[in-house]
């Protein structure tokens, strides 16, 4: 008989709650919670019963017997396996102590896991991906709000007018956002779309602007110049809740319309008629302020610029505009139990000098790259294990090579995975996670304007050796003597301990799958948002007083990014809706959709090198190559070539993936540590490469 398990679904890092049907351990079925997505889900949900299907992904513990990456792996017990990576952490404590051991997993509401294992280990270095993705807006939105990316969500649904920089929302996508896109659209609002080539988003878009690459903070500074030139802006909104106007004023004053129009490379009519629309749509207008933005060197300025227009339209905490997520205190209950509570406070300063060196950014997830840095050094202090859960950082960061250098100098290294990442084929240990369809994860708060309750549920047995990352931890915790910190020995007992102070119980997920904390959306009244910016002064400070103290500039002099040299392009990236990242590229279902990615080259630029839509390339920077099939189209400026990242991968054992495309970090020479110093995002797209025609014959796989 089938029946009806309610999830969230992990194909990505949105994790979309779905309704699963199951029947006889098997998965029929797939769609998003009727109650809270009408059934959406995009390809990469409903192609997970093809990842439970997929054989070539690590089934059961392994150890590596040759050299690193060698791909020589000794199967091994779970017993074996735990006993092997505790013993090992117990000799690297002992001889450097507990803080040379890192740990890393890709954010999101289950992070508290690793960070709640890093610390009982006694170590501060907890880390995450994010100095690749959002950092820069992170911290922009900081700087400005006092509030972190998170701090808002927006009401896209209800706005008149929403501008997106590079955020291609379409495809890069949550199907909830999506289809507020698609109602807003449907209502009459308008959509601006700015990227260096056309896009999925960028053909529904009322305006559209293709842009010199890395000139965003241009166009941005100009849209901020004209609006105040006008007076266009929510004067009451501006005086009541923000300081530093006039300076900001007065940095802007050089950058105008006409300027940005040259810089950027777009028409100047076309600026000022958005001017106007905007001054016309406002307080209804959300400047989406980018969900990853490590790409430039000004990148945080861009984005602190984007949120800088969202406080000048007075779109804060209005209908259609960006709105703040509400939490179980402001329904008047209390939130879940984090198992991160149990773990004792570390005050060890940071491996990756976040907090000390480098005042400016959050201790929280700290920067992951810095720490190849520690490791090559041993400053602070040497850092001598890594356990990279959920996370695969020679996919995430620029220049694997160097990553794998600085590597060298550990002693363990162990990749929790549901996969074979590339990092994992180089690590000591693999302990293979069950896929999210065959394990339970802790319950986790989803804010919003009514804030819920989530839980994923086990749809299916696991029929490998695989299991859920709490049993991992609490195994390595229970041979570490660390069991307090891991008290619990089934979720079952986690989740009843986590929901006690809530007066909820596991029987009220039954019903929609998850726990609704109010029945009503809970907005402030925008006359009184007095306390909610947690800034120095209060305020939305549009001249920091952190970045003044830390000798930071709240606005950077424009600098036009550098052109590239004859003969070479900008290396610039994206996602396609089809794919998440690297970790679907081997799926069965999803490869066979998507089983390369293309290098997007101008038809102009690839007509003068003799290269025709279907050739093979070879795209190259300072030695290293990469063999890919052109796309000629006019849709990408000719000073750029794109392509799809996560692709070109090199693990024999995924031979649908294998070598299949190319990968762009592999190109990103000697960028491991090219970061933005304001944001602590690193600069993707900073990397010019060589593209020639390949004599490569299609039917060679691998790159030689
Ligand atoms: N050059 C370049 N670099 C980039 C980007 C780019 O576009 N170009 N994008 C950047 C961005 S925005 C991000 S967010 C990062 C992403 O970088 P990563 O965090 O590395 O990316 P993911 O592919 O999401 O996940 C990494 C690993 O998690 C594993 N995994 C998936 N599901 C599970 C699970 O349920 N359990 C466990 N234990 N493991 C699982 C996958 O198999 C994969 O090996 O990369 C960044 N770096
Ligand atoms: N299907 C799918 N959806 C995803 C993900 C996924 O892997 N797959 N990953 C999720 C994650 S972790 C993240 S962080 C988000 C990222 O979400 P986005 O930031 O929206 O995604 P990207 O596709 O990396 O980049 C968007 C665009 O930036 C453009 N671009 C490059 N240079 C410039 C420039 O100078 N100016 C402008 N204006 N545009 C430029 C690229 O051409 C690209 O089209 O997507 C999320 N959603
Ligand atoms: S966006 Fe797609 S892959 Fe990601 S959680 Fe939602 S349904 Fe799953
Ligand atoms: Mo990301």
Known sequence: MRKTVWSMCGMCTVR??????????????IEGNPHLLNGALCAKGSAGPALIADSERPLQPMIRRGGRGAGRWEKVSWEFALDYVADKLKTIIDKYGPEAVMASSRGGPFQDLVKAFTHALGSPNYTNHDSACGRNVHHASKSLFGLGRKGFIYDIKNANHLVLFGRNILASLRPA??????????????????????????????????????????????????????GGYDREFVERYTTGLDEMAEFVKEYTADWAARECGIKVQKIHQLVEQLIEDRPRVVFHPGWMLSRYSDSFYASRALNALNALMGSIEVEGGLLFPKGPGDCGVKGPRSIADLS????????????????????????????YKAMATEQPYPVKGIICVRHDPFSCFPDPAAQKEALDNCELIVSVDTHYSEFGWYSDVILPEATYLERESMIAIQKGLKPRLIKRNKAVEPESDTIDLYSILHGLATRLGLDEYFPFSTMQELWKWQLEPTGRTLEDFDEKGFVELTGTPIMYDRDNLDGKFKTPSGKIEFISQNLTEWGLPSWKPYESPAKPPKGQ???????????????????????????????WINSRAAGKMGVSDGDMVDVSSDGATSVVKARVTDFIHPEAVYTVHGFGRQIPLQTRAYHAGMSDQKLMKGQLQNMDTAGGGLCLCETFVTVRRSSKNPQRKVEL
């Open 16 to 29: 979309c709650p779905i309704r699963i049907e199951v029947e006889d351990n098997r998965v029929k079925w």
């Open 177 to 230: 956002e999506v289809n507020q896109v698609l109602d807003m659209i449907d209502k009459g609002g308008k959509l601006t779309y700015v990227d260096v080539r056309q896009t999925l988003t960028g053909i529904k878009a009322t305006n559209f602007f293709q842009v010199r690459p890395g000139t965003d903070y241009a166009l941005a500074l100009a849209l901020i110049h004209e609006i105040i030139q006008a």
């Open 344 to 371: 004792p406070k570390i005050t060890t300063p940071r491996a990756d000098g976040v907090g000390e060196v480098y005042k400016q950014f959050d201790k929280g997830p700290g920067l992951f790259h810095l720490f």
């Open 569 to 599: 392009f900008r290396l610039v990236f994206g996602r396609s809706p089809i794919h998440a990242h690297s970790h679907t590229v081997n799926n069965p279902l999803l490869n066979e959709m998507m089983p390369e990615n293309t290098l």
